[in-house]
């Protein structure tokens, strides 16, 4: 065994949970926090937000993860997601985010998926979770509406944050309550630029990074957009803080139609109801003129 071996054994076998999560207390009872050591967080994406999602998840306590990303760290990937450092240049984001989380607690029991979720895996990737985060990227719309509707067959809670400009708006879904769909109004044949401005238009409704945000640089056929590594800081504070109350089945969750979007450039907090989803009147005004907006932008219907 060479020295860096053993200096790692040392330095694990000295580890204690107890006493690295101590300041936890306060915020948490000594008995949440032997509970949240139980639970499992699925993780899908392990790139801008879902890297954040585990590192912040992990130093909480939560004790198991299934994480999944079939990426490469590359340089554009530098300006925001947590493993993107140089020495990781080219490897898959979930294994080096996997290792990362270990360095926090090497206790972790956690699962890793190097492949694309699909229906054939989906259920694999869900087995046992407690509660579905999403980090996906923000134009996977399908692989998106998979991982939500299986959750809530499953009977999972599942949680969406999403950094937009210089904010975060994020969203809780029960699965007793609105879903996914009805909440988005995803259906057969709808095309990209339409998810899109439903998407859009569901996540953050009262829109507060819009004037500062240049929607020239959006392309839904790359996967290119305006993006902040502070957003992704703040998306996963607040998923984080969701994720809590549903493991420790505390009060306070505003499942959807309620929505929050808060914008630390503007120092601007919304909260509000959709009764309708994105269906409502006002919201359907708003998709059109957004669908509209990108259209003349050369972004076309695809």
């Not at 020495?87 to 979930?94: D, H, I, P, T």
């Amino acid at each position: 065994m060479n020295n860096n071996s053993q200096a790692k054994q040392d330095r694990e076998a000295t580890w204690n949970y107890h006493q690295a999560f101590s300041r936890n207390l306060g915020l948490v009872t000594p008995q949440e926090q032997e509970i949240l050591r139980t639970k499992r967080v699925a993780i899908a994406g392990m790139g801008g937000v879902g890297g954040v999602h585990l590192v912040t998840l992990a130093r909480l306590g939560v004790g198991r993860f299934t994480i999944a990303d079939p990426d490469q760290f590359e340089l554009v990937n530098f300006n925001r997601q947590y493993g993107a450092q140089v020495r990781y240049l080219g490897q898959n984001k979930a294994e080096v985010m996997a290792e990362e989380a270990r360095q926090i607690n090497p206790e972790l029991e956690i699962t890793v998926l190097t492949e694309p979720i699909s229906p054939q895996n989906v259920d694999a990737f869900l087995q046992g979770a407690d509660v579905f985060l999403d980090g996906i990227d923000f134009f996977a719309f399908d692989t998106r509406a998979l991982l939500f509707r299986r959750a809530r067959e499953r009977g999972l809670w599942a949680v969406t944050a999403g950094p937009i400009g210089f904010s975060t708006a994020w969203l809780v879904f029960d699965p007793k309550g609105m879903s996914f769909d009805q909440y988005f109004a995803f259906r057969e044949g709808i095309c990209t630029l339409e998810k899109v401005a439903n998407f859009l238009v569901g996540l953050a409704p009262r829109a507060t990074h819009l004037p500062y945000t240049d929607l020239s640089y959006v392309d839904p056929a790359t996967g290119r957009g305006p993006s902040a590594g502070l957003a992704c800081q703040l998306c996963a504070g607040v998923a984080a803080a969701e994720v809590l109350k549903i493991l420790l089945a505390r009060r306070g969750i505003k499942a959807v139609p309620w929505y929050g979007q808060f914008d630390a450039y503007r120092g601007i907090l919304r909260r509000g109801r959709l009764l309708w989803g994105v269906k409502g009147p006002w919201q359907a005004v708003k998709r059109t003129v957004l669908v509209r907006r990108l259209s003349r932008l050369g972004l076309g219907a695809r």
